[in-house]
């Protein structure tokens, strides 16, 4: 069966956002990790020899060492996930254009011009959320520099109370803090899918500018016919949530009988997103999507209105 165009348009989205992703994440990211616990097992290696008995002004050493190597990571992260995020942001919006005039020549025939499409307008929508894509940034290095941290000290006083020599400490807490460097990763994957939310929701107001009824759709691996998942990673709260529109601009709601369909632990989750306007992330590596909406494009899609459920 031919796919629909607008499932033609959410995958290719998808797909944009993928090769962002993975351009600045797994690889990029394992190997400025990997130099930054180098140098940090550089300076531990210089507090004394690796036979001597690890002691606790040893221990304060090593603190001293792993706070300053753990601040540069945080640092280098920042940086990175900015620059990964900026590519997010401008892939985003080239493709939400296109999409947007593909659908209308489909359905209408016509040949819309986006208010998007000019140069200034496109660079105001990248930077309208600039200062606070960046203060999540660095709320999510920084929050990864202090796990790191408070494994490595685990680590360490795990090192004293069992008499362990400086060479053997050295070890154990080095292979803690390699096993932590999946969260660097994680924070690049999900700051950039925030990011690449963000403009796809600034876009879709901007673009509604030139179409009134252009709208936001929340759009999960869920099958639109049968509102089945498409795969064992979709939870009860992303099926709830799947082709809710809101619009350009506005908020998205979380029903008010969600509890009925998902666990105490994602119900507390879902409860401190209420409200939040635009971006549809609900957890690390969510794949949550925004996309465009028309009601001729012939893509089901329902509005949490009064307290009710009404289909679009």
Not at 44 to 50: A, D, E, Q
Not at 244 to 264: E, I, N, S
Request: charged share 30%; aromatic share 6%; glycine share 8%.
């Amino acid at each position: 069966m031919a796919r629909a165009p607008y499932e033609i348009m959410l995958e290719e989205s998808r797909r944009r956002l993928a090769r962002v992703v993975e351009r600045g994440s797994v690889a990029q990211v394992r190997d400025f990790y990997t130099r930054a616990l180098s140098e940090i097992e550089g300076k531990l290696s210089n507090v004394g020899k690796t036979s001597d008995r690890f002691t606790a002004h040893q221990l304060r050493l090593y603190k001293a060492q792993i706070l300053t190597g753990q601040a540069q990571l945080a640092k280098q992260l920042r940086s990175h996930v900015h620059e990964v995020g900026r590519s997010a942001r401008v892939d985003a919006l080239r493709g939400l254009i296109g999409g947007i005039k593909r659908l209308e020549a489909r359905y209408t025939g016509a040949e819309v011009v986006l208010p998007l499409e000019e140069a200034a307008r496109f660079e105001g929508v990248l930077g309208k959320r600039e200062s606070m894509l960046r203060l999540r940034n660095e709320q999510s290095a920084a929050a990864m520099m202090v796990r790191n941290i408070e494994a490595a000290e685990s680590a360490l006083a795990m090192s004293l109370v069992t008499g362990e020599t400086l060479g053997e400490a050295t070890e154990r807490v080095m292979d803690v803090m390699d096993e932590q460097w999946w969260q660097a990763e994680r924070v690049v994957r999900t700051e950039t899918m925030t990011a690449f939310a963000a403009t796809q929701a600034d876009g879709v107001k901007a673009a509604a500018e030139e179409l009134p009824d252009l709208m936001l759709r929340w759009c999960e691996h869920v099958d639109d016919a049968t509102g089945r998942p498409l795969d064992d990673r979709v939870d009860p709260d992303s099926i709830v949530m799947h082709g809710q529109v809101a619009p350009a601009g506005g908020l998205f709601a979380f029903p008010d009988d969600f509890a009925d369909y998902v666990d105490a632990k994602a119900a507390k989750r879902i409860e401190r997103f209420r409200g939040w306007r635009g971006l549809p992330v609900l957890r690390p590596n969510g794949r949550e999507a925004l996309q465009p909406w028309r009601p001729h494009w012939g893509v089901p899609a329902w509005q949490w209105v009064d307290g009710e459920r009404v289909d679009r």
